[in-house]
């Protein structure tokens, strides 16, 4: 219960902080996308701010034992670039350029009730589905391959 009280917490004020910097408007977060245009450098302000808080707060970490409320840190294990980390981070980035959202502030914005963000979270939603679905058939497809056939388990 605890856990789950200050992950509500957390997530209430992550909405407040992208609401109030801004992050929800799309508008604002194109015009900073747009360097050659009229670029709007407010939101390097947010973006400093946070890896300041960051950096802080991972350095504090680190001398801990454990977090507060959980057993162990989840630190990713692999430091590795591959192809699927890179195109996965271009299609985020074009969606975010040409929509101007991202996915912590489409869910934060479905509470304005715009039809276009609900589109929005519904196709975001909906790609996510669709990618865990394709990586479950390709993952039982390296599997099949893999497992000798019985035909040759009896030669």
């Not at 194109?30 to 991972?58: E, R």
């Not at 679905?133 to 099949?144: C, D, H, K, N």
């Amino acid at each position: 219960m605890k856990s789950l009280v200050t992950s509500f917490i957390s997530g209430v004020v992550f909405a407040l902080g992208l609401g109030i910097s801004g992050m929800t408007r799309p508008v604002k977060v194109i015009g900073f996308l747009d360097f050659f245009g009229a670029w709007d450098a407010s939101l390097a302000f947010v973006i400093v701010g946070a890896i300041a808080v960051y950096f802080v707060a991972y350095r504090f970490s680190r001398t801990m034992p454990s977090p507060l409320l959980a057993p162990d840190f989840s630190l990713p294990k692999r430091s590795d670039i591959d192809a699927k980390l890179v195109l996965g981070a271009a299609v985020f980035g074009m969606g975010w350029g040409l929509s101007g959202f991202c996915p912590g502030p489409a869910l934060t914005s479905l509470a304005s009730g715009a039809p276009a963000v609900a589109i929005f979270v519904a196709a975001m939603a909906l790609g996510m589905y669709i990618y865990s679905w394709v990586s479950e058939i390709r993952a039982a497809t390296r599997t099949f391959a893999a497992a000798p056939s019985e035909s040759m388990q009896d030669a």
